[in-house]
């Protein structure tokens, strides 16, 4: 990977990373019963990312950060669960896919004093289809289970130690099956954190308190399973110095 700065003394890269990875079966995926399949082979992918990033500081007190990212990857016998004749799930290798699309993120960030504001939103779009497969008999269309669509947006308050964020993170429809013919529907979930950071004995403590589907929206991410409604959580996080 490289990372070339367009601009001397200023936040503003362009980047670029090229990989090759190898992914071994793990034991879930060749023994797990039912379902398992000890007669997989290794998936292999050829990796490319290119893209744009930048800090910048519009105005004394305000901060623009954004990425824009193009990444195209080619697999070959990528592993992957799928639902097969029976109830239960199956693993596979399924020939050749490709995956491509754009990720992008944009914050603008506003500090006074010991207050900071920064409102956040981000979109990626992905394009996951089989090239050949011999356990799916339509190419071209988009792989089960990964969405085309999603994206997310944020505010975050911060006054000295004590903090609170909204989030809302949106899914889009999701196919269920091979010749994409039956999805679920997509969907939005909103969740709401407040906290406070504090040292005791030069250590570092995180206390918050957590809101997973404010709204307590119905959705499901597999089909015919669905997630859980509004839940409330009580989180502490010990950082020890020695």
């Not at 003394?9 to 399949?37: A, I, Q, T, V, Y």
């Not at 744009?52 to 500081?57: F, I, Q, R, S, V």
């Not at 195209?72 to 199956?90: A, E, K, L, T």
């Not at 289809?129 to 669509?149: A, E, W």
């Amino acid at each position: 990977g490289l990372e070339y700065r367009v601009f001397k003394g200023e936040e503003h890269f362009l980047k670029l990373n090229l990989s090759r990875n190898s992914r071994m079966p793990s034991l879930n995926d060749r023994f797990w019963n039912p379902g398992g399949n000890a007669e997989l082979k290794n998936e292999y992918a050829y990796s490319y990312e290119a893209g744009y990033k930048l800090d910048h500081k519009i105005f004394e007190k305000t901060t623009l950060s954004s990425e824009i990212n193009y990444f195209n990857n080619y697999i070959r016998d990528m592993i992957q669960w799928r639902p097969g004749d029976s109830w239960f799930w199956v693993a596979d290798n399924i020939g050749r896919v490709n995956t491509s699309g754009l990720e992008s993120s944009v914050s603008l960030k506003y500090t006074i004093s010991k207050l900071s504001v920064k409102l956040g939103s981000g979109y990626s779009y992905t394009l996951a289809k089989p090239l050949r497969n011999d356990f799916i008999t339509t190419s071209g269309k988009q792989l089960v289970y990964v969405p085309k669509n999603q994206a997310f947006g944020s505010l975050t308050l911060t006054y000295k130690n004590i903090y609170t964020a909204w989030g809302t993170r949106y899914t889009g429809l999701t196919y269920t099956n091979s010749d994409n013919s039956e999805h679920i529907p997509g969907y939005s979930i909103s969740n709401l954190t407040c906290g406070m950071k504090f040292e005791l004995s030069e250590n570092y403590f995180d206390l918050r308190f957590k809101i997973d589907n404010v709204l307590d929206k119905s959705y499901e991410t597999i089909a015919f399973y669905p997630q859980p409604g509004r839940t409330f959580f009580i989180i502490l996080s010990c950082h020890f110095k020695k």
